[in-house]
């Protein structure tokens, strides 16, 4: 561009709008997104070497489809919480809605894998229906309404097992505790429903009109709605959906174990919400990807697993790992975030 | 194309439009200007939907309608450009584009592919070339300026309305959206296009509705407008009108001191201010005048640390002040009355004695704890001095009246003993009585020696109060008046000044040279300046 024809005059003045930034400087922005969005995928690829080379028993069939099965729950109930999440919202009520689920379930068994099935989905999909309503209609904030249908659901499911004392049992042979226990291919039910929930919610996350809504509205609720964007419809479809994915998740449990156990699912939601926010997915809405929640559940579990291996450490520890684990992911995210803002 | 006649809209307290007729034409590029509060944005907002109208009608196509949202104005085929990009930075420019209209393939999927193809048809039509499928923040200001363009646009809009899209562009950014805004007026869309910099309005538009107090005062053809007669209307003062006396409260000049307390050279913010230098001298009062937008707050709160500068710097009494922070602006002794009392100054729930003593609490306290015989003190003679209207140093600040508000306020930074006052619109929104009495105590504050910086978009009250006036223009200086310059009439003048040109026929002072004045005005006093005055000769 050394002599200033009509020509160059245009073409840098397009080039210069569409590359604002110096190369060096994107390249960076670039390495930070990659970052963002694989850093929790690296490390659990770290953790699984680590844990393979020190323990004998942990690249073991047996312990990787313990972890797997047991993976598979919290990654139903993270799937809905990465749509909540994903539009800027929290879902706190998923941990009662697990236990209720599982509890309807076993009691609904004895009606047939029909209503054992529907009938958690049903009431937690009320529930998170009424969460969207309240949290879309009338702007309460998600945090409080969320918090009051987790303490409610906690008290309908206390009511249901007379105080927690009276367990409903599944019976072994049928057709919705195989859903549970049943191994296609050497591989647990439970595992084979929850990758077929992760490939349809990834497609509907990514390549539906109800998917790019969920990412306007957590991105920029006002813009969104100023673009004609059904806010609040989608709020109360991913509120919805999260009681949904709540209530299954609950109900496979409850196959897995034969029983509708009550004192699961408490501090669940926070699980979730780590698993989440580990797998890249940004608290403040707009940004997050399924197969990062997958990779967050997993790095959770892994590192569960790990302390369990090591047989000196008290199981407590795992808490304190996965906290510290947390911490450090938030901190990086937001370090990240503000490196991608800046330039 | 879009009509409206007798339009009234009034909010609590407020008429803010009443009796407005407005039509925007196909194929026309129509300016909506006015000052502050002249009900542009309440305009806007009834055409758009988002506000419905009290009385008048609204027709489109030549029959009436009634916008309930935003979203039946858009799908009637009115598109809002904001002054700030309303899209979702984190989603792709296509995504943005498309958002609620993605093309869809087989099994209601969305077709990327296709998407990505026409959004950047789209975009290049436009004169665009991006990879539409990077993240919108990831583009400059402009750049997503042009993306909300493109998607007002292939919503099949036949209004764009555009309040200040320009205000965040760069230059060469405003070039390609002027190339945009005439390839709109060529395919017959009416543009509404809102815009304080007179250049812009000039350039771009071919009618003009000028707004006042919520009525038109002004509608016609922008060619035949000489703009000398644009500000006047604007402001709503006649070019020559004799200047009133008596009506408001400012004695004449002060005696000020030769040495500048406060020295501020080459202010720049990106976007905002383009080297702005002023120096304040103690006991002077130092008027700031420019239109709207010209960067007259961005200026007050520069100096007061409350921008973060990019360049250029601030002196107070020969020590430089460490920039961007408004808390070593506050030592240093500089005082800033915002102009939006309500979000930056007074809190409401809080009692007069209470707000007064917020900001001098921690040199009012001693290991920790608040000194309240002191505190007393202090606020009784405030309340005394400044005339404080209140039941008693108990009652909540949220009771009193404006005027009385901004007396509190006034008397929070006095405690603070600052040496340098900035006033940001001290009157608004105040009643006469207590507006007269806000200008009484500014005189005496420069009589007992402050500096005071005086914001106003009231030409009378600028003129009255200040000594000198320097007006700013674009975040630049483009002139100071100087003794008997300080005229409404030189003012208007000065603002009316197109670029390259003296603001005035005759070359008048320099701009250093005030009776007083000792300290030569800093070498970037105004970069408009000199470019004046080289063209003259």
């Known amino acids: 561009m050394t002599t200033g024809t009509e020509e160059t005059v245009v073409r840098a003045e397009t080039a210069a709008v569409s590359g604002d930034d110096p190369p060096g400087a994107r390249r960076s922005e670039r390495l930070s997104a990659v970052a963002q969005q694989h850093g929790a995928l690296v490390t659990l690829a770290v953790v699984v070497v680590a844990a393979s080379l020190g323990f004998d028993t942990f690249l073991t069939g047996d312990n990787l489809e313990n972890m797997a099965l047991s993976s598979a729950f919290l990654a139903v109930v993270a799937l809905g919480m990465t749509f909540v999440i994903v539009t800027g919202g929290i879902d706190l009520s998923v941990g009662s809605l697990f236990a209720l689920g599982g509890v309807l379930a076993a009691w609904g068994s004895q009606y047939g894998t029909v209503v054992a099935l529907l009938l958690p989905l049903v009431v937690c999909g009320l529930v998170g229906l009424v969460n969207g309503l309240l949290i879309a209609r009338s702007g309460l904030a998600p945090f409080i309404v969320t918090l009051a249908s987790m303490l409610g659901a906690r008290g309908v499911l206390l009511a249901l097992t007379d105080e927690g004392s009276r367990t409903y049992l599944v019976d072994k042979g049928s057709f919705f505790a195989d859903l549970g226990q049943g191994a296609p291919l050497g591989i647990g039910v439970p595992v084979w429903i929850t990758v077929a929930l992760f490939v349809l919610g990834a497609v509907v996350l990514r390549r539906t009109r109800f998917g790019q809504y969920v990412y306007a509205v957590g991105g920029n609720e006002d813009a969104a709605a100023l673009m004609g964007a059904p806010v609040a419809r989608t709020k109360v479809g991913v509120y919805t959906l999260s009681g949904v994915c709540a209530g299954l998740a609950g109900a496979l449990n409850a196959a897995w174990l034969v029983s509708g156990v009550t004192i699961l699912g408490s501090g669940m939601e926070l699980e979730a919400i780590s698993a989440v926010v580990i797998g890249g997915s940004l608290l403040t809405g707009g940004f997050g990807y399924l197969s990062g929640t997958l990779v967050g559940v997993a790095l959770l579990k892994v590192i569960q697993n790990v302390i369990n291996q090591i047989g000196s450490l008290d199981s407590a520890y795992q808490q304190v790992v996965s906290g510290a684990f947390l911490a450090v992911v938030v901190i990086a995210q937001t370090w990240l975030g503000r490196r991608q803002r800046v330039l | 194309m879009l009509t409206v006649t007798g339009l009234c809209k009034t909010f609590p307290g407020v008429r803010a439009l009443s009796d407005v007729d407005f039509t925007a034409r196909a194929g026309e590029v129509h300016a909506l200007v006015g000052e502050n509060g002249a009900g542009k944005s309440t305009l806007i907002k009834v055409l758009t939907g988002v506000y419905q109208p009290d009385a008048g009608e609204l027709a489109y196509d030549g029959s009436p309608v009634r916008f309930a949202t935003p979203l039946a104005a858009q799908q009637a085929g009115i598109s809002t450009i904001y002054q700030e990009v309303n899209l979702v930075p984190l989603m792709s420019v296509a995504r943005n584009l498309f958002l609620g209209r993605e093309p869809r393939g087989r099994l209601g999927l969305i077709d990327f592919r296709r998407m990505h193809r026409e959004a950047r048809e789209t975009l290049r039509g436009l004169g665009v070339e991006v990879d539409v499928r990077r993240p919108l923040r990831e583009l400059g200001v ?396």
Not at chain 2, 377 to 405: C, W, Y
């Open chain 2, 142 to 537: 402009g750049t997503q300026q042009m993306v909300a363009l493109a998607r007002a646009v292939a919503v099949d809009a036949r209004v764009v309305v555009m309040d200040e899209p320009t205000s965040s562009l760069e230059p060469r950014e405003v070039r390609t959206l002027f190339g945009v805004i005439r390839t709109l007026r060529d395919r017959g869309i009416a543009v509404v296009y809102v815009s304080h910099r007179m250049d812009e309005l000039y350039e771009i538009c071919d009618a003009v509705t000028v707004l006042r107090d919520g009525r038109v005062v002004h509608t016609g053809q922008l060619a035949g407008l000489e703009r000398l007669k644009l500000v006047s209307l604007m402001l709503g003062r006649e070019v020559g009108e004799v200047r009133a006396e008596g009506l408001t409260k400012f004695s004449g000049t002060h005696d000020a001191a030769a040495q500048p307390v406060l020295e501020a050279t080459g202010l720049t913010v990106r976007h905002q201010l383009a080297g702005v230098s002023l120096s304040l001298r103690p006991g002077e009062v130092v008027g700031l005048g420019g239109l709207l937008g010209s960067g007259r707050s961005e200026t007050a709160k520069a100096v007061a640390g409350a921008l973060p500068l990019d360049d250029g710097g601030v002196v107070v009494a020969g020590v430089p002040v460490r920039p961007g922070s408004t808390a070593a602006a506050i030592r240093a002794g500089i005082s800033l009355l915002p102009e939006d009392r309500k979000s930056e100054g007074i809190v409401p729930g809080l009692s007069v004695r209470e707000n007064i003593a917020l900001a001098a609490l921690p040199g009012l306290s001693r290991f920790g704890l608040v000194d309240d015989a002191r505190i007393d003190r202090i606020v009784d003679t405030f309340m005394k001095r400044l005339r404080i209207k209140a039941a008693g140093p108990h009652q909540k600040v949220g009771e009193l009246s404006g005027g009385n508000q901004q007396k509190v306020l006034l008397a929070r930074w006095l405690a603070l003993h600052p040496k340098v006052l900035l006033l940001d619109e001290p009157t608004r929104g105040i009643d006469v009585g207590a507006k007269a009495e806000v200008q009484a105590l500014v005189d005496e504050l420069a009589d007992d020696g402050l500096a005071v910086l005086l914001i106003s978009s009231d030409p009378e009250e600028l003129i009255e109060g200040s000594d000198r006036v320097i007006v700013l223009k674009d975040g630049a200086v483009v002139r100071e008046l100087t003794g008997d310059e300080v005229t409404e009439d030189g003012l208007l003048r000065a603002i009316a000044a197109e670029p390259g040109r003296p603001a005035e026929p005759t070359r008048l002072a320099p701009p250093a040279a005030t009776p007083t004045a000792a300290p030569a005005s800093p070498p970037a006093a105004g970069p408009a300046e000199t470019s004046a005055g080289d063209s003259d000769g």
